[in-house]
């Protein structure tokens, strides 16, 4: 910027500030962090002023949601996180951190609405000083070469990028005439002049592939945040349902994107794979008083995943939990691993782990209380069964917040393990085909895609394959709570091969059930609470859980 300046000076084109002098002073700072434990990470990561990010901001993206791995932090625990503070901010003194650079940034957006004649000046000179400093530094890019006129040492020369070109010479070295020349417009006739001095709102559009359905949809509740040139946050909006979203105004011509996948009440953030990197994708390039239009298409990208991760959390408490009554789970900042490469049924909530026992509290620091999945048999799972699998970690993270003492234990078979995941399972699969028969008339899941049998059987709807399951087959995820729900005898004879378990209940609903498995400890216990709820279906019930929940248990 200093050179930026001084070549403004010798620039007889260019427009000089009003007051004679510009004083090019540090007015951020470009600081790296380095914490060395939990409380220390906490606070860097929660100070909202430092907005830090697990990535260098000149670091270029390679490729769409791409983790950036500090080589001299692999060996530690913590990675590194970058912020630019401004000069006066005071700096976490108890973390460990290096002063990068000194920045200078314009201050545009502190002129008023109405500028006067010398903050029009003031706005013009703005604008010459980044052209200047981006052009010395080779980072004009191309269009914007070709909107100048240069020269070598008469303004009067005039010569465009096409002459630059042919006589070999580079933008950088040479000079850019500012002078405005009233013919010149834009495409919508506004004067370059006015250009420069305007407001204008960064906004946008950012949505998924729901490859099992073949179609686009909004990434909803998502934070999107806007970086003058890349780098110093200046606006922050979230996207609405179908993925829009448009921050406040500002002068900021050059800005880049970027999307968090977490929610706006601190609900839930979506984690890359551990809780030391966020979930985030960054926009490619630099954006001229343009919107951002960003459709996650790939299914082999982590940015895709990452949508799709957050889109399931998102409609799980902003609708679903409404719609059927469910309780919410309690935890600020729920944290949610989404592991690229693992496999989807290795997904786990860590209230739940294989001893039974609740894990001991510092730990949680950690560890995600969720971590999910992408793939099934080695290769990619599908859309509806992320959601699925996201729905039924968040399904035992509501249970814990509405019996925590649930999990104290697990005896031997008079226990949580069928049960829990009985209901787990049973929200999952009713959730999940509640959501895309709303997106879609023509839903077919995509076990029953992959599935010849099931699909001409007519079972075209997630978890449709529990149906077909005999009582031999059941394990501790068993489809009694869709039982209890639905209409369907799958032991209806001619329905499917060998011996299916006799269904003979219906109508209860979700909201029931889980208050039925409120506070209670054993299988007993919760099958008379679901037997309080309607006493006519006593022997239908005692059935159904004689054949699902006691066979288990054997």
Known sequence: MSNAYKNLLKNPTAIKHPNGYYNINRTHLYVKFQPQDSIQYNKIINDTILAVSDEPFEYEVISEGSVY?????????????????????????????TIIDNLHFTKEDEIRDSPSTTEEQILDFYEDLNTEA???????????????????????????????????LKVKDVQINYELEPNELDNIQESRLFGRRRKWNPCGRITVREDVLNQNIGVAGARVKVRKWGWLVIRKAYTNN???????????????????????????????????WDARHRGHRKYKRKCWYQDFNNTGVRSHFYALVHNAAYDYYSRAVNTFGLKKPNQSWLRISAKFNNTIGQSNHLDINPNGQIPFIPLLSFYSEIRVGRKSQGTYAGSDRIYGTVVHEMTHASHYR?????FA?????????????????GAETILTNDRYNQLSNNYVSTQA????????????????????????????????????????NQNTPGFWSGVQP??????????????????????DGWKKRIMNINGNDDAAINELFNQYMYNICD
């Not at 503070?85 to 460990?96: A, E, K, L, R």
């Not at 052009?135 to 096409?162: A, G, M, V, W």
């Not at 006799?502 to 054993?522: K, P």
Request: one cysteine or more; glycine letters at 4%; a negative charge.
């Open 134 to 168: 981006l052009k010395i530094s080779d980072n004009l890019e191309e269009d914007e070469k070709f909107e100048h006129t240069y020269f070598l040492n008469d303004p009067s020369e005039k010569l465009t990028y096409d002459d630059l070109k042919r006589l070999g």
């Open 242 to 276: 179908n993925g829009d979203f448009q921050t406040s105004s500002t002068r900021t011509k050059r800005v880049k994107y970027a999307v968090y996948f977490r929610n706006s009440d601190k609900r839930f953030k979506v984690k890359a794979g551990t809780i030391f």
């Open 449 to 488: 895609q992959n599935n010849a049998n099931l699909f001409n059987a007519g079972l075209t709807n997630h978890n449709d394959r529990l149906q077909t399951l005999t009582i031999a087959d059941i394990d501790e995820y068993t489809p009694i709570v869709v039982d209890l729900i639905d209409n369907l």
């Open 402 to 406: 509405l019996d925590r003492n649930f």
């Open 502 to 523: 006799i269904d003979n209940v219906s109508g209860y609903t979700l909201s029931q059930i889980q208050s039925a498995l409120n506070i209670s400890r054993g299988i």
């Open 69 to 97: 791995l500090d080589p001299r932090t692999i060996d530690s625990t913590f990675t590194a996180y970058y912020s630019v503070v401004p000069i006066n901010y005071t700096i976490p003194t108890n973390v460990p951190y």
């Open 409 to 425: 234990n697990w005896p031997s078979c008079e226990r949580i393990g069928p049960m829990a995941e009985s209901w787990a399972e």
